[in-house]
């Protein structure tokens, strides 16, 4: 039942509410990276019980995008006229780690252009602040929890492909997988030209 | 006696004060969020002995409120000229978890509204930043601490119905639940429409 | 001979200094809360070796007169334009806890308005950001403590009368109580009308 | 030979510099609290391998200044144009405690004043933000040190006289005692009228 | 595999990427060190799980940019109006020490130019603020790793010399060492003329 | 050939460069203080993995510059429009104490006035924050340092005389000791009129 519920927050109604995968010490896990914009001075604000690390991956993101704005299809005045919040929720568990890198900056480029991000998508790897996207752990624990809670295609870091590679065909029936090399591709497969209602 | 004098508390005659539900290490409890506003540059201000997670909520209430002002009725003006100070009593006991997360966006919206709080009521859940309620544990101890103090109506999320599915009868007599599924839903049930006395 | 002392310091020549009760490791004992203003920005400094709850009383007490300012006769202008430093003597010991919060509303309320404290008149009780009173623990140490510094007047929290009916008589003898709900009666028992010379 | 060293040292060709006393784990010594003004926007450094608690004495003595500089002949606007560096020296020991409070001020106000420190004397007490003297404890120990350093006159607060009387007359031999009850007196018998060179 | 993808990445069709040479618990490793500029006012943001150390190596080559960047032909305008992002990918990993300075600084004044990093270099070694190069441990280990990594040229510090004396002539095969006294050689060596395509 | 190798290090070709003695778990030490200027607002940078006490070293230093410029021919604007960076090389090894003191100011007037250091010079000694000259420990494991490092002469505190007269002639031969009193006499002996090369 509560998959169920979880699965209609999935949806993609707002921008800037993105899937990622977390491997926690009970196994993996779906978490969701939400980014919101307000009035202000270009502010970045991070909550969510995070550890030191996946902060950082938060200010990893949001430089990149200031500095590849452009290509983003980014207005550079909303970037010093908007405070940004980062929230990851179920604040009771704490988290850590660089793998949701990818997962938050592409919850930012969804609420900096409302473009929808894709339903039913999920993703995972760890992001250098040149944009290359890099390999993380827990790939078979991760693929099972994006199973349980219905998500149908993956973004990995091609590095992981052999991560894949060694799971049983079963486990894998269903899934559709993505393997990139840097943020340009992720956010080609992960956000719809179609823009979200506000 | 303690409770009796506790009920009176309760009374909703000033807006920003609304009662939660905690989960302690020696059972269920109330507690009140309080806030409060001065004349100011749109600080936000925590008090109560709270630990970080629970102070994170605040942030997360404020950035959403922000995010969200036309539709509560909050005159944007506002949020840049009042400070916004939340407080959490019986400073001696440390606080903390996401669970009173929509009680303090609750408090809030009453306070920038001045609309009053609905009497004999209570709540718990997490919000996340873009207003959905998640659910939270320990709600069998929470009830009966609802009860104990005179509680006759209790906001939780829709996930935790099944909780309250496995509670007895005769635990939950006298109570009447709403459970819901975003922060728009709470506040139509928790504030009237009705300005308290400033 | 240290009470003799003592006592003289707890003259009331001086607006801002008030007399608390305290519960230490060792037993009741009086305290006492100084604050002082400065041409300033409106800053709050806290000194004498306080614990994070205690120095959360003093940022709750400012937060309330600011927003009380006009009931209490504060000019909002002072609020403004003085920085309060608040200091509780005797830096040895460390202090904590929430049991200061109406002492140092007195105090800065004396501060602000200049008007004199009540001579031989002590005070414990938890204050929240919307001016009520709650109890706290304590009392019978506390009570013996007052009476050992010739304190006549004490200013409790009404739920704090029960714990004042557990008492023996003889100990009481002397002592005159003010049991209170908010800091409206605190303020109206604790302060004269009289300023003091400054 | 350290010694008459460090007799050198305590003489009163600059302002600013005034002679302590303290009490250590191996025993009492003298310590030297010193503070030097430059150009600045009434800043406050403090160094020394200081504790929380002497940090605050610091902090208490430059607030009782700025709220009392017309009676100590103090310039408002130095306050405002000038910073101020407290340090203790002898980096290498930690200290803390709040019985420097008295010291400190001293020398803040013979900064500020450039009047000359009496040569020969020493001083140990906390005072409080009123201006109030209060009692410290380890007297015997700092009486011993300050003749092993030469010093001639000790300014004490009043309650610490019982402390003196139980010292046997030998040890006190050659020294001349001040008991004080605030900082008025303190700066009336510690600071000469006379300026010092700069 | 690994290896190879890795490889890619170390191309130098940016600027501002630099290979470095890193001492760990199971070895020596090869890590990159990334910079970024955006708009804004000279702040300098660090990321990537570094220790205090390492952090102030970054400070220390923003510091020796700033007093030499004419002989750098860097921009002093550039310097005040923007900000720098250092990051040193793989988050999991926590990172110490001095020795990546010599590689901040490389990757600092190639994004400040625009200049071509060389490709298959690496280097190791701590700068002084004077512009020194400092000797470092570990450098066995690094050179293995460097061969490993495809790396064909090595920047060290002439004080090493001694240590590369000490390793048998097969691990060296096809690396070519620059022994270096300061940063100006590391640069000339590091760094083509040719601009970076943006 | 390491030693060999900081001798050339130790000309005094840059101005700002200056030789401290230190005292480690595994013996005395060489360490040099660096210190540069760049544009800036007066700001203080300290690295090179300093404790609590030898960062005040350098706080201290700057406020003794900054009341005392006229002394040392250094121009007041530029302590205003300059910021000042304090390195101590070897990052890897934590460093503290105050002993450096004496150090530290050398190197900043040095770097503040352009006056080349003598060559062969090495010092140690805690300054206080009226220029006088403190004792400091480890004399003897420091002048054995000193030796093997080919340093020449050096400045110690006329309270350390003791110290040496305690070692035996054959560890001194070689060796010609200044012993000071005020950082006057240190600049005197340790910087020559003749201006460095920028
Ligand atoms: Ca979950
Ligand atoms: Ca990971
Ligand atoms: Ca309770
Ligand atoms: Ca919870
Ligand atoms: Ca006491
Ligand atoms: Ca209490
Ligand atoms: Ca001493
Ligand atoms: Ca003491
Ligand atoms: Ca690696
Ligand atoms: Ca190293
Ligand atoms: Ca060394
Ligand atoms: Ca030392």
Redesign the interface.
């Known amino acids: ?2 998959n169920l ?1 979880r699965n ?2 999935e949806t993609n109604e ?1 921008p ?2 993105v899937t990622g995968l977390a491997w926690t010490s009970v196994g993996g896990d779906i978490l ?1 990276i ?6 202000g001075k270009g502010n970045l ?1 991070i ?3 995070l550890g ?2 996946m902060k ?2 938060a ?2 993101a949001m ?2 995008i ?2 590849n704005a452009d290509e983003f299809g980014i207005d ?1 005045e909303d970037l010093q006229t908007k ?1 940004v ?3 990851v ?4 568990t704490p988290k850590d ?2 793998s949701a ?1 990818i997962t938050m900056l592409t919850s930012l480029v969804s609420s900096f252009t409302g473009r929808k991000v894709k339903s039913h998508l999920a993703m995972t790897g ?1 992001m ?3 944009g ?1 996207v ?4 827990g790939i078979k624990e991760k693929i099972l929890a994006a199973k349980r809670a219905n998500i149908k295609e993956i973004i990995l870091c ?2 992981n492909q ?1 991560d894949i590679d060694e799971i049983k065909e079963e486990y894998l029936k269903g899934l559709k997988f993505h393997f990139v ?1 840097n943020m340009k591709e992720v956010i080609d497969i992960a956000l719809l030209k179609q823009k979200a209602k506000k």
Chains 1, 2, 3, 4, 5, 6 share one sequence.
């Open positions: 039942a509560a519920e209609k927050y707002v800037g509410v969701f939400e980014s919101i914009l307000s009035k604000t909550t969510g019980n030191k690390v950082e991956s200010t990893i430089e990149f200031k500095a550079m405070n919040h980062i929230h929720p179920e604040g009771a780690g660089p890198g760890e250098t602040l040149r290359k890099l390999p993380v752990g091609k590095d052999k090399e």
